[in-house]
């Protein structure tokens, strides 16, 4: 069954670093999405992409945050200048329509140190 | 702007009795909803989804869910849980076309022999 992957599955990185998160989605998906879930609380949407451009962002994908899709398999998060706050789970979705099922990767763990 | 209210952060229940994870909504227009379940460090897998039609949606693992408009519920039910069940269970919502799911804060189901 196609699946959403991503890696790495866990990054340690230091205050300051950039991160970037990567991601495949499923291969006939059409939007893809990054959501984030701080340990022990809701699973917070991040961004949602379309047509190679951003269609929807929430309020915490600020200026340190940016998306891409470099080719046409890879879509990635960056973080530009990691602050502690940031360490979490960063889970990719896609979906083959809007609003229609979304399917998420394993995730990728974030550690701010 | 939707949002998704799970009232019960916490179920426990003893192994084979029956489990109801409540799950309420808000939107000003019509909604798809959704029960992802996320098992100890792993990603959010779909557990069933409610898009149009029967009310009464069954899903994977014997998990059922009936969605009641004028309630504007869509409340998860198990007739007899097992402890592989144990895990946190999300609520979310999206808009037919729209491009962002919300999610319930998740229920913590505990299952004990």
């Known amino acids: 069954e196609p699946e959403v992957t991503q890696t790495p599955s866990h990054q340690v990185t230091q205050m300051g670093q950039e991160v970037i998160l990567r991601c495949v989605p499923i291969s006939n998906h059409l939007y893809f999405y990054w959501y984030r879930q701080i340990l022990g609380q809701k699973v917070e949407f991040l961004v949602s992409f379309y047509n190679n451009e951003i269609s929807e962002k929430s309020e915490i994908f600020d200026d340190q945050f940016s998306v891409e899709r470099p080719d046409g398999s890879n879509f990635t998060l960056k973080i530009r200048s990691t602050k502690l706050e940031d360490s979490a789970m960063y889970f990719c979705?896609?979906?083959?329509?809007?609003?229609?099922?979304?399917?998420f990767g394993e995730g990728s763990w974030l550690t701010v140190v | 702007a939707q949002s998704v209210t799970q009232l019960d952060s916490q179920v426990p229940v003893f192994e084979e009795a029956p489990v109801e994870l409540r799950c309420n909504y808000s939107s000003s227009v019509s909604v798809y909803l959704f029960w992802y379940v996320q098992y100890p460090n792993q990603g959010l897998q779909l557990l069933l989804k409610y898009l149009s039609g029967s009310t009464l949606v069954k899903g994977i693992n014997g998990f059922e869910a009936e969605f009641n408009k004028s309630q504007t519920s869509f409340h998860l039910r198990k007739p007899s849980v097992h402890i592989s069940d144990t895990a946190e269970y999300f609520c979310a919502v999206s808009e037919p076309r729209g491009q962002n799911f919300v999610f319930g804060p998740g229920t913590r189901l505990s299952v004990l022999p």
């Open positions: 979705a896609s979906s083959a329509a809007a609003g229609n099922t979304i399917y």
